[in-house]
């Protein structure tokens, strides 16, 4: 379901990707570096692991070995599954958070929200995505990726009709026929190292 489906004219220029920015097949591994503001750096494995259907949607599973996550595209449009979490003093709601569009124009936006209760109050937090950049060419620890979006996520919370910024939470790199990339924060970074794709 994930895996790049290239629609071609008779000269052979790409039409569509359907789903590209997400070929997570069964067995298919990445391995990203991650590094804090200390520069500090570590390593882990992303392994697909299959899929499984989640309130009549199919997902694939990509596991770290202690927790999985739960990743969709549904017609150019790339969705993460949250769980519910329950902490003292913080509760947030499961949804799907739609946080790529394949098919929108450079510099176009769109907005998710994200429903909490800290502290017993109920508030609505907002996420803005932005599209920053589409068909670039984007290097990555020594690796050079095309057809690369490039989307900046803020976030604001939500009173009432007005929504009040809480300031960038990050950028996101997804490269065609690999899937996410590289995330630039204020504190941290996150870059794939190498992937396999089977």
């Known amino acids: 379901m994930y895996a790049c489906r290239k629609e071609r004219s008779l000269e052979g220029t790409i039409i569509d990707y359907h789903c590209g920015y997400a070929p997570y097949s069964a067995g298919s591994s990445f391995t990203y570096q991650y590094t804090n503001s200390s520069g500090d750096t570590s390593h882990y494995e992303l392994l697909v ?42 509760q947030l709601e499961e949804g799907d958070r739609l946080f790529l569009h394949d098919n929108y124009s450079e510099g176009s936006s769109w907005n998710d929200t994200v429903s909490v209760t800290i502290a017993g109050v109920e508030q609505t937090g907002l996420l803005q995505y932005h599209m920053l950049k589409k068909e670039a060419v984007h290097t990555v620890l020594g690796n050079d990726y095309k057809d690369v979006i490039v989307v900046r996520q803020d976030a604001a919370v939500l009173i009432g009709e007005t929504a009040y910024p809480a300031g960038t939470i990050a950028t996101y790199y997804y490269a065609l026929g690999v899937g996410y990339i590289e995330t630039a924060s204020p504190t941290d970074t996150i870059r794939l190292q190498h992937y396999a794709i089977r």
């Open 49 to 90: 692991t299959g899929d499984t259907t989640i309130n009549g949607h199919l997902y694939s599973v990509l596991s770290d070995g202690s927790a999985d996550q739960f990743v969709r595209c549904d017609n150019g449009s790339y969705f993460l599954y949250e769980q519910a979490l329950s902490l003292p003093d913080y």
